[in-house]
């Protein structure tokens, strides 16, 4: 693939850091991040399902940060990127 002749648009893209991004894993990887073993074998069965398939098993459970999609990315001719928040739980007004 690294041998495209065009530049691409990526159109959806997700960063994400479970320790510091209120989603639902949020407060389990703060407790279990740092035993990865325990953290995945627990993570299969108390996660809610529709988390766990959100990004495909383990994935949602580490962070996944800008210089990650940039060394996902290295050798592709990414011209743009279109990078969307939602679902995002505030837990006060942002003026």
Known sequence: ??????????PHF??????????????FARVLHRWPCIYESIASVVMPQPAKHFL???????PYMPGD????????????VVHV???????AFVA
Request: glycine share 8%; aromatic share 10%.
């Open 85 to 91: 928040e939602s679902g995002w739980e505030q837990r």
């Open 1 to 10: 693939m690294q041998d495209l002749d065009f530049e691409i648009v990526d």
């Open 56 to 62: 495909g098993g383990k994935s949602i459970l580490y």
């Open 69 to 80: 999609y940039a060394q996902d990315a290295d050798g592709l001719r990414i011209d743009t």
């Open 14 to 27: 997700h960063h994400w850091d479970p320790l510091t991004t209120p989603r639902v894993v949020s407060a």
